[in-house]
């Protein structure tokens, strides 16, 4: 398998429940990304791991907790969840962050929030 | 601050050729990347441009003037395929963070 793979492709879930997203790059990247994408909305940058390190957290609230076990998986965590947090969560991995690095990104997860 | 504008929505005729137009006002600036977004799919590498200039890729090709902060890219020969979000990201020198645009619906009509 090839790329950056993204569990679950959709998810619903109440405001006072437990979830994970998990994310698999199989490309040698040393860099790792959340970012969510809200319908009419530009991407946003929630974290960035660099060699399993957090470097970026991109005043994110604290219900989103992310967890980089190795270079190769990024989980976010997830609890008592708002319904604006309704979005698509994007995984993206890179190699370095070096400047001409591009981002790759998985297929997403598609959360709702009930 | 980032502040990154493209247009929300474009149409074109397959065989056409549409120039989707990014300006970008950025805190420093280490390199400038165009992605494809199909709907419910992840967006895909297109181009980075880092000097002014032109750089090609069969039928794309992206556009970079620093001076004036902006960019564009161009596609020919349209196909239906085409029909895509394309998104504009600038990537800044303190920390290398990548910014994204709103991105550019394009529907490309036969």
């Known amino acids: 398998e090839t790329g950056v793979t993204q569990t679950p492709r959709h998810l619903v879930m109440g405001m006072t429940n437990k979830k994970s997203l998990k994310c698999e790059q199989h490309l040698g990247h040393n860099a790792m990304y959340w970012y969510k994408q809200s319908a009419k909305k530009p991407l946003e940058l929630m974290f960035v791991?660099?060699?399993?390190?957090?470097?970026e957290n991109n005043s994110v609230p604290s219900r989103f907790s992310p967890e980089c076990p190795n270079s190769s998986h990024l989980f976010l965590h997830l609890h008592t969840l708002q319904p604006e947090d309704s979005a698509l969560y994007l995984c993206a991995s890179s190699q370095d962050r070096g400047y001409n690095s591009p981002l790759h990104f998985g297929n997403g997860t598609r959360l709702t929030v009930t | 601050g980032q502040n990154i504008d493209q247009p929300t929505e474009m149409t074109a005729t397959e065989g056409a050729i549409v120039q989707i137009n990014c300006t970008y006002q950025?805190?420093?600036?280490?390199?400038l990347f165009w992605y494809q977004q199909h709907a419910g799919e992840a967006p895909t590498f297109l181009s980075y441009n880092v000097l002014d200039g032109l750089e090609e890729k069969g039928r794309f090709s992206s556009f970079l003037s620093r001076s004036k902060g902006y960019s564009y890219l161009l596609l020919k020969e349209l196909q239906m395929k085409d029909s895509a979000s394309y998104l504009c990201?600038?990537?800044?020198?303190?920390?290398?963070?990548?910014?994204f645009g709103g991105g550019t619906r394009l529907m490309v009509k036969p």
């Open positions: 990201a600038v990537r800044d020198n303190a920390g290398n963070m990548l910014t």
């Open positions: 791991y660099s060699l399993e390190e957090r470097v």
């Open positions: 950025t805190s420093g600036f280490n390199g």
